[in-house]
């Protein structure tokens, strides 16, 4: 049975219901939707503001449409703005400070207006009482910090819990996710793969020797695949991890195809439907001008039609 997705309001309503459990354990001090929490606000940079989150490009693209109308603004004054000046400086000063404050107080109202029409899409928690301008004392965590692209980008954690049905809508399927969660943060999903790669090429070579060359022939077959399969997720996490590296360096991502030769090998282990398609994507993504966000789409598509081949594979060679 598939379930309905919840709706905007229950969706809210569900966290809300979390937070006032929360608040009544002292968990959480308070909580409010955004607008009331920053209605007080004199300037847009009070607001926190997360990589990733809505505000972030929502802000930049406010700051850019302002300096477009404010350069607007100066082409048409031109000449006649010098001229009414009369070359003071400290008139030309003063109005750039006016301006800059017309600028803040123009973002703050757009922002606010914004706040108005997503107030249901976002809530602030506080998790400790603090007065304005008090800071919380640091925190020595003896942990390294850790970086994943399981974590490092809420897309990123979000296409996973879709991929491995990771839910928390109920203390069972907490529970559940967030072990799988610590599994792969801790990479022992890999360690596991590899192990069930050794004991697959182990059984197969068993297999092999004892039923002669027809067990020979199918076993090698499923062993070449394996061999395809493997390279291909190798590449896709290689690629992932460089990605990762790119953005904590504040480098542009790469995201290289898997190379021509290993591509058409796979394209032959799949049906014609999904094969036309892998290979269109794959001719678009060789051109120059595709952007890395969408190479970076195509192999993590890559990255899961190699995961589930490789189970099957797997099984296969376990039955044999």
């Not at 107030?119 to 965590?141: S, Y």
């Not at 993504?285 to 594979?313: G, H, N, Q, W, Y």
Request: aromatic share 6%.
């Amino acid at each position: 049975m598939i379930s309905k997705r919840m709706g905007l309001l229950k969706l809210k309503e569900w966290y809300e219901k979390m937070l006032e459990v929360a608040k009544s354990r002292s968990i959480v001090v308070d909580f409010q939707d955004m607008l009331e929490e920053y209605k007080d606000i004199e300037n847009v940079a009070e607001i926190p503001v997360f990589a990733g989150d809505h505000w972030a490009a929502s802000m930049a693209i406010k700051i850019t449409e302002l300096k477009d109308k404010v350069r607007e603004l100066s082409k048409k004054r031109g000449h006649s703005h010098l001229s009414n000046n009369g070359g003071s400086s400290n008139g030309l000063k003063a109005e750039g400070v006016t301006g800059s404050e017309k600028q803040d107080a123009t973002l703050l109202n757009q922002i606010s207006e914004e706040m108005k029409s997503m107030r249901n899409h976002f809530i602030v928690v506080r998790l400790i009482e603090l007065k304005r301008g008090q800071k919380l004392p640091e925190i020595d965590d003896p942990n390294p910090d850790m970086s994943n692209d399981t974590i490092d980008l809420r897309s990123s954690f979000l296409e996973k819990c879709q991929m491995y049905h990771w839910q928390f809508d109920e203390l069972r399927n907490a529970q559940h996710s967030t072990l799988m969660l610590l599994y792969y943060l801790h990479g022992m999903h890999k360690e596991a793969a590899e192990r069930r790669k050794r004991d697959a090429q182990k059984a197969l070579l068993e297999k092999q020797n004892s039923q002669g060359d027809g067990g020979k022939s199918r076993s090698w077959k499923i062993e070449m695949a394996m061999n395809d399969w493997t390279q291909l997720l190798e590449h896709a996490n290689k690629e992932t991890d460089a990605a990762v590296r790119a953005r904590q360096q504040g480098l542009e991502e790469v995201w290289e195809l898997p190379p021509e030769d290993l591509f058409l090998r796979i394209l032959a282990q799949i049906n014609r439907s999904k094969r036309d398609i892998l290979q269109e994507k794959y001719n678009q993504c060789r051109d120059p001008s595709t952007s890395p966000a969408t190479r970076s789409v195509f192999i993590r598509v890559l990255k899961r039609i190699a995961e589930s081949f490789m189970s099957c594979l797997l099984s296969m060679a376990a039955k044999r």
